[in-house]
């Protein structure tokens, strides 16, 4: 599988969707299916198995969100039910990019993270 969860109105997003065009070129890049999860918000069943790719919901869960901070969920003991349901139900709280490369899964924008990303990509060339 092959597939991009990102939000459009990201620069971050943006721009790692970019350099992923440019090391794998554009045909390359048209075989990902891209999903705008505001626009096209992530499934139950998607989400599931992102999470049976990774470790826990929590993996998939953006800390850095405004409405983490608002919410003040941060004092809060949150389960990987509390993860799930609060992925469903807003968008932010899904950390993008989430990349699905045949059975990788990139979650994130750490330098790190996308540096394995393309390096994984320039691989399958």
Do not use: W
Not at 14 to 35: A, H, M, S, Y
Not at 85 to 96: N, S, W
Not at 102 to 107: G, M, R, S, T
């Amino acid at each position: 599988m092959k597939k991009i969860y990102y939000l459009k109105t990201c620069d971050t997003c943006r721009r790692i969707l970019k350099q992923i065009k440019e090391v794998i070129g554009e045909n390359k890049f048209n075989t990902f299916k891209l999903q705008e999860i505001k626009s096209n918000p992530i499934t139950a069943k998607q989400l599931e198995e992102l999470r049976a790719m990774t470790d826990s919901y929590e993996s998939l869960f953006n800390k850095r969100a405004k409405k983490y901070k608002a919410m003040d969920l941060k004092n809060q003991q949150l389960t990987e039910k509390d993860y799930k349901q609060l992925l469903l139900e807003e968008y932010t709280f899904l950390k993008r990019p989430v990349i699905v490369f045949n059975e990788n899964v990139f979650i994130g924008n750490s330098k790190k993270n996308i540096h394995e990303l393309l390096e994984t990509l320039k691989n399958e060339k």
